[in-house]
């Protein structure tokens, strides 16, 4: 017979490992929400909250305030076209991020993976410019990124909705051995933006 | 690694469990579960193709078992977590409550009502504290026999006798007029 002890901690593990994921709550009022919901922004923090239908349209999307509502959408930016000075004049050492231009904090960040997983730094914003100038680029600051995918040498780009752009971000939060893997989900990520316009994601 | 080690071990996964439930992110919290799933996978299939193969590996291999489960606690425990313990629930629970009564002395009684699965009802009759006392042994013991069982416990208890009882005290007034009387 095993201790009293043991066969608690036998029973908390199988528990833990068993247990559903609980539902998914409004980050502003904690009512259940959907799989699929609403996000909200908040550009100081530049965080994404959950919200369910009633907050969501508490906050119109383009209005200033400490809230601001995301219609999920990604559109592929066909006429954006980068070269490999783009990268050195942006700064961004690999060839698959994630910019965001915010006018809360006056700036253009940038998300891409290292290593160590997902990096953030600051693109110098005459870089930006430049490129938004030549492109004809159109990004809304604090509610929509570009996605850049120029691996291999070809230029995939999607100006999409932040709550989308952080997903693409956790999947490049891996870093060390599964690298390797978040790279394949982020572009299995990106071959599948073709088609989103509208809807609310989980 | 010795008994001690083992019991330490698991003391620590609990903990660790606890405060991944309590502490982790709520975006980061699938993610630890599923590492954990996949861990007990993994291990389930190992342990399984173990077992297949003592099971088949002579007619001794089954009863074999039984007896390592029974001697050695380590196993007997990783097993029962990933629903590979030799005996059934049933069984193991029915020896929990044959136990837990013998501990009881008649005063309270515990019995298994039905085992389906995992899920096991356990009826407990009896007066008082006794009853009481009976359905904590039995919990704990359920918990060390099978800690892979879901127990529920029905509760048909009868009032204490003694908590209706009138105290043994005599009125102020008969010890009065007692002592009048002798006078």
Same mark, same amino acid.
């Given at each position: 017979m095993m201790s009293h002890d043991t066969g608690r901690a036998v029973s908390a593990l199988r528990n833990f490992a068993r247990r559903p994921e609980p539902e998914s709550r409004c980050d502003l009022c904690n009512a259940p929400v959907a799989e699929s919901h609403a996000h909200l922004y908040e550009p100081e923090p530049r965080r994404i909250a959950c919200a369910c239908i009633a907050c969501s349209f508490l906050f119109p999307e383009g209005t200033a305030g400490r809230y601001r509502s995301l219609h999920s959408r990604a559109t592929r930016a066909a006429g954006v076209e980068l070269v490999e000075d783009d990268f050195r004049a942006l700064e961004i050492p690999v060839r698959l991020a994630f910019l965001a231009p915010s006018d809360v904090h006056a700036r253009v960040f940038a998300t891409y993976p290292t290593s160590h997983g997902a990096t953030e730094s600051v693109v110098p914003r005459a870089a930006w410019d430049a490129l938004a100038e030549r492109t004809a680029l159109s990004v809304a600051p604090d509610a929509e990124g570009l996605l850049i995918d120029y691996l291999g040498g070809r230029t995939r780009c999607f100006v999409a909705s932040l709550d989308v752009c952080y997903r693409f971000v956790g999947l490049l939060r891996a870093g060390g051995a599964a690298r390797g893997t978040a790279f394949a989900s982020a572009m299995r990520f990106l071959d599948g /933006? @073709? @088609? /989103?316009?509208g809807g609310g994601h989980g | 690694m010795s008994a001690d080690d083992f019991d330490a071990g698991m003391g620590r996964i609990e903990e660790l469990v606890q405060r991944a439930e309590t502490e982790c992110a709520k975006d980061s919290l699938p993610l630890v579960r599923d590492l954990v799933r996949a861990l007990l996978d993994v291990h389930r299939i190992g342990l399984g193709e173990l077992i297949a193969a003592l099971e088949t590996g002579g007619t001794s291999g089954a009863p074999e078992l039984v007896r390592i489960v029974r001697s050695r606690p380590a196993v007997a425990s990783l097993l029962a977590m990933h629903d590979l313990?030799?005996?059934s629930v049933e069984a193991r629970v029915q020896r929990a409550l044959r136990e837990a009564n013998d501990v009881a002395g008649g005063r309270a009684e515990a019995s298994l009502v039905r085992a389906d699965g995992a899920d096991v009802v356990v009826s407990v009759s009896g007066s008082g504290q006794s009853a009481e006392l009976l359905v904590k042994t039995a919990e704990r013991l359920v918990c060390e026999y099978a800690p892979d069982a879901t127990l529920h416990v029905e509760k048909h208890f009868e009032p204490d006798p003694r908590a209706n009882a009138a105290p043994n005290l005599v009125p102020l007034s008969r010890l009065r007029a007692g002592a009048g009387g002798a006078r």
């Open positions: /933006l @073709g @088609g /989103l316009d | 313990h030799p005996e």
